[in-house]
T-cell receptor, first 112, second 117 residues
Framework: DSGVTQTPKHLITATGQRVTLRCSPR?????VYWYQQSLDQGLQFLIQ???????AKGNILERFSAQQFPDLHSELNLSSLELGDSALYFC???????????FGPGTRLTVT | AQTVTQSQPEMSVQEAETVTLSCTYD???????LFWYKQPPSRQMILVIR??????QNATENRFSVNFQKAAKSFSLKISDSQLGDTAMYFC??????????????FGTGTLLAVQP
């Protein structure tokens, strides 16, 4: 158990819908990262937040957005869902000054 | 842009034997970190070992060790005394080091390792 929690574990929804994935980092960690793992794209970095502020952006679609709240939990919002958005979405966190990222168990999203 | 290449999609090893997984990367940076992550069938991403580019000494964590060749941009993982629980997908990952702040991980495509009894 890495100490990073993600909810829900599984999500099944229809095309065109909107979902929210939630992540709670390890105690004391200020950075939260979101990654997408899909069969065709592999593991890709989406976005990073540090203490509530966006720090870095990767290959994140405009239909996707994220935020980090004052209690440091983060949410990834996916809208206008397409079949190709089906993937495993990971959240990871790291401590200030540390380069090690610890991953949550992931949320498996299935778009039908 | 940095890239990470794992040229072995699948590998197999007998229990108790030693296996080496290959990884090469491309970067023009001098300061960076390298990692191996393990993803068992549970899909959890588990950090196995890490290496700082400024360190010449190869990292070791119990049965796991790396061979870091900075000039060749090579970072292989050796698993000694393989166990059935080592069966997993293994990902090599690269991270730039910018002014002390953490940064994104860039992953390779993975190597699926099967440990045979």
């Amino acid at each position: 158990d890495s100490g990073v929690t993600q909810t829900p574990k599984h999500l099944i929804t229809a095309t065109g819908q909107r979902v929210t994935l939630r992540c709670s980092p390890r105690s004391g960690d200020l950075s939260v990262y979101w990654y997408q793992q899909s069969l065709d794209q592999g593991l890709q970095f989406l976005i990073q937040y540090y203490n509530g502020e966006e720090r870095a952006k990767g290959n994140i679609l405009e239909r996707f957005s994220a935020q980090q709240f004052p209690d440091l939990h983060s949410e990834l919002n996916l809208s206008s869902l397409e079949l190709g958005d089906s993937a495993l979405y990971f959240c990871a966190s790291s401590a200030p000054g540390s380069y090690e990222q610890y991953f949550g168990p992931g949320t498996r999203l299935t778009v039908t | 842009a940095q890239t990470v290449t794992q040229s072995q999609p699948e590998m197999s090893v007998q229990e108790a034997e030693t296996v080496t997984l290959s990884c090469t990367y491309d970067t023009s940076e001098n300061n960076y970190y390298l990692f191996w992550y393990k993803q068992p069938p549970s899909r959890q991403m588990i950090l196995v070992i890490r290496q700082e580019a400024y360190k010449q000494q190869n990292a070791t964590e119990n049965r796991f060790s790396v061979n870091f060749q900075k000039a060749a941009k090579s970072f292989s993982l050796k698993i000694s005394d393989s166990q059935l629980g080592d069966t997993a997908m293994y990902f090599c990952a690269f991270m730039n080091q910018y002014g002390g702040a953490t940064n994104k991980l860039i992953f390779g495509t993975g190597t699926l390792l099967a440990v045979q009894p």
